[in-house]
């Protein structure tokens, strides 16, 4: 069974950069072809899809959030991580991490999100 788990402080101040960690078991973030995400959903709007790291170690992101966000993994903790850098207010969100395949826009398996606030 595939488990994804987020972790990361739940509390950032404007300007400053977000940092969260899914960490993955059941299966391996280098597993072909599947591609591990981050999402958020703000309150009250829908899911916001951030950015992937896929199987074979590329990234990739929302243009809206490509200038502030980066993506990275540890295949040696099978864990992989966000950095939004530059906060505002309109950040805080529950940040979720989600595995999908290849060609696919369904997510299959979801970490049960991590709320982050905004704030001084």
């Known amino acids: 069974q595939v488990q994804l788990q987020e972790s990361g402080p739940g509390l950032v101040k404007p300007s400053q950069t977000l940092s969260l960690t899914c960490s993955v078991s059941?299966?391996?973030?280098?597993?072909?072809?599947?591609?591990w995400n981050w999402i958020r959903q703000s309150p009250g709007k829908g899911l916001e899809w951030m950015g992937a790291i896929p199987y074979e170690g590329n990234d990739y992101y929302n243009p809206s959030l490509q200038s502030r966000t980066s993506i990275s993994r540890d295949t040696s903790k099978n864990q992989f991580s966000l950095q939004l850098r530059e906060v505002t207010p309109d950040d805080a969100a529950v940040y979720y991490c989600?595995?999908?395949?290849?060609?696919?826009?369904?997510?299959?398996?979801w970490g049960q999100g991590t709320q982050v606030a905004v704030s001084s």
């Open positions: 059941g299966d391996s973030i280098t597993t072909k072809y599947y591609y």
């Open positions: 989600a595995r999908s395949r290849l060609y696919s826009d369904y997510y299959d398996v």
